[in-house]
């Protein structure tokens, strides 16, 4: 059964009235394949025979591409009520829908719904020049979400690419019963993470260590296969 496999995920925090509210999505079916793309860190520049040629700064970039696939029959056939109820009202759309929301900026905590706009004292079109205020532009980034791969993969991540197909629709409200997603998903860096916000802020960062130290570990790891592999390619 599906129930007793360990599920992939994203997570991210909504900013609500009362108390930040995850938007957890749990991969119904884990993808067959994950793409792991790596790209070199920016070279630091410089010019003049003392320059460095191997000096870069910042840290490489990391990012993740796969396919997720959704099927409300699945859903029904899986026995919960509440997933029976939703994939009969709604198909997969409020899936999609959540996926969907992973792109959408949200507003900086400290700006309000709406942000602060500062209205100037000769009118709205008043302009700095005829001693009109200058107007604060209300701040939005895009949400932080946890990528979920295991205990040994929980990264911080932003949503870089969103690509669905929709292939069955229900025939009395054509929701879709049957859809498949392309996700691109960006490492944040350890300078990207400064930036971050809002109820994750603190979590993103702990992930990160968490995950770059475990990555270190298992490469420390491996030096034991190095060194029984260079042993037995010595002559003696």
Known sequence: MAGKFLHGALVQFMDTFLIPLPNVII?????????????????????????????????????????????????IADGSPVAEGIAVVSGVYTRLAALEMLLYPTASPTDGLLGAVSVSAAGIGGSAAAGGVKRDVPAAQLPTVLFVWGPGRILPV???????????????????????????????????????????????????????????????????NSVESVIGMLPV
């Open 27 to 75: 991969f119904q079916f884990n993808p067959e394949t994950i793409t792991h793309t790596w790209s070199p860190a920016q070279a630091a520049g410089g010019s003049g025979p003392t320059a460095n040629p191997l000096a870069v700064k910042g840290t490489p970039g990391e990012s993740f591409s796969f396919s997720l696939a959704m099927d409300s029959n699945d859903m």
């Open 158 to 224: 932003k949503v870089t690419g969103l690509a669905i197909t929709e292939r069955l629709y229900d025939p009395l409200l054509l929701n879709p019963i049957h859809a498949e997603a392309q996700i691109g998903l960006q490492v944040l860096t350890p300078e990207e993470l400064k930036y971050v916000t809002g109820p994750l802020a603190d979590l993103a960062n702990v992930a990160y260590t968490y995950s770059q130290g475990l990555r270190q570990v298992l490469a420390i790891a491996n030096l034991a």
